[in-house]
């Protein structure tokens, strides 16, 4: 069963930076692609950030580009969020997600629970 | 970017009757190539993750019950549930992975009348 673990989410001052966790379980994390999406408190999903299974490729929303970097330790079953220049708009609880391809497709098939990210000003 | 647009944003339904949710995309998530729509249809329960209900517009995941099903092709999809569950109390997103960035709909509220 593909389990999902976030940690390191918590309250971040405007222009600070976190790094989130993901540990991953259950299936062979590095045959395949991985995502964040993030959901504001009471709002939408928003697709963050995916690196393919290698690490090699990564692709971001527009939002957090050049801000926020997305990787991958496969030796760890691990997936990574690194969040510089945080700010207000970006508190959110934050998922990571399993691809259903090596690639970055989208077809988000498992989630975590999610690790709340809060930004003050 | 496609904009994924779904309505209504909220729809009250008594137990047993028909839900029906629509997702309207503003360009075309069918790939030639391999004629597949690229949509998938989620729920989300109160204080959980979204789970995958559907993929490629119509095709169920593994568990999930037969009276969650999908319909549509283009730009154009529906989620139909055929007769509401007390269970099925949640809020419903349509999401496009044809492109990067990859959207969501704003989400339906589904409640029980």
């Known amino acids: 069963e593909v389990h999902l673990l976030e940690s390191g989410g918590g309250l971040a001052q405007r222009g600070g930076s976190l790094r989130l966790s993901c540990a991953a379980s259950?299936?062979?994390?590095?045959?395949?692609?991985m995502n964040w999406v993030r959901q504001a408190p009471g709002k939408g999903l928003e697709w963050v950030s995916g690196?393919?299974?290698?690490?090699?490729?990564?692709q971001y929303a527009a939002s957090v580009r050049d801000r926020f970097t997305i990787s991958r330790d496969n030796s760890k079953n691990t997936l990574y969020l690194q969040m510089n220049s945080l700010t207000v708009e970006d508190t959110a609880v934050y998922y990571c997600?399993?691809?259903?391809?090596?690639?970055?497709?989208?077809?988000?098939?498992?989630w975590g629970q999610g690790t709340l990210v809060t930004v003050s000003s | 970017d496609i904009v994924v647009t779904q309505s209504p944003d909220s729809l009250a339904v008594s137990l047993g009757e028909r839900a029906t949710i629509n997702c309207k995309s503003t360009?075309?998530?069918?790939?030639?190539?391999?004629?597949?729509?690229?949509l998938a249809w989620f729920q989300q329960k109160p204080g959980q993750p979204p789970k995958l209900l559907i993929s490629?517009?119509?095709i169920r995941e593994s568990g999930v019950p037969d009276r969650f099903s999908g319909s549509g092709s283009g730009t154009d999809f529906t989620l139909t549930i055929s007769s509401l569950q007390a269970e099925d109390l949640a809020v419903y997103y349509c999401?496009?992975?044809?492109?990067?960035?990859?959207?969501f709909g704003q989400g339906t509220k589904l409640e029980i009348k």
């Open positions: 997600a399993k691809d259903h391809y090596d690639y970055v497709r989208g077809w988000f098939d498992s």
């Open positions: 259950g299936f062979s994390f590095s045959t395949y692609a």
């Open positions: 690196v393919v299974g290698s690490g090699t490729t990564v």
């Open positions: 360009q075309s998530v069918l790939y030639s190539s391999d004629n597949k729509n690229y």
């Open positions: 490629w517009a119509s």
């Open positions: 999401q496009q992975y044809y492109s990067v960035p990859f959207t």
